[in-house]
């Protein structure tokens, strides 16, 4: 019986300091948005400049989660859960839809560098960009990349340390690098 009240505080003082993460985020950016039901843990780097756009609608987000919209970029996440130390980088746009399960560490970026033989450094080339879409009941494995230009179709699976770079098949599942379609 203690450890049921003893864990029930803490469960309502992290509620608090999410709302309070919240407040602060919606305040601070002109640009998010983040509903009140969502859930923000503890060391999350989230970032919206540039003229981006961010909108969070009942969304979990682990501890440690980096979310960033740059570049007039676009990341739209609804209904979803987000596992610890996972990196969503957007300078176009990322949409992930409703009953997404990403697992910890997973990286989904929607650009790359510019990478020309030249005296000029990587850092001031710029980027290739391309959206990324991920469709409803998708589950994303640990350790998963996802790159630009990828549309991962509704009630797949992404095994565990994927790299993902082409466009995947709903009701599908697939793993390696490149991910491959295994069912």
Known sequence: MFKRFYRSIFTVRNNFYSKL???HLNLKYPKIRIS?????????NILCMDNSQLILSNVYISNNVT???KNEGKIIINDSFIGQFSVIVATKSIIIESGVAIAEMVTIRDQ???HNLSDKLIENQGFDTAPIIIRRNVWVGAKVTILKNVEIGKNSI???HS???KSMEENSVYAGIPAKKIK
């Open 21 to 23: 993460r919240i407040i």
């Open 36 to 44: 009140t039901n969502c859930y923000i843990g503890k060391n999350c």
């Open 67 to 69: 979310i960033n919209s």
């Open 112 to 114: 790359n560098h510019h």
């Open 158 to 160: 992404i095994g565990a």
């Open 163 to 165: 790299l993902v770079n």
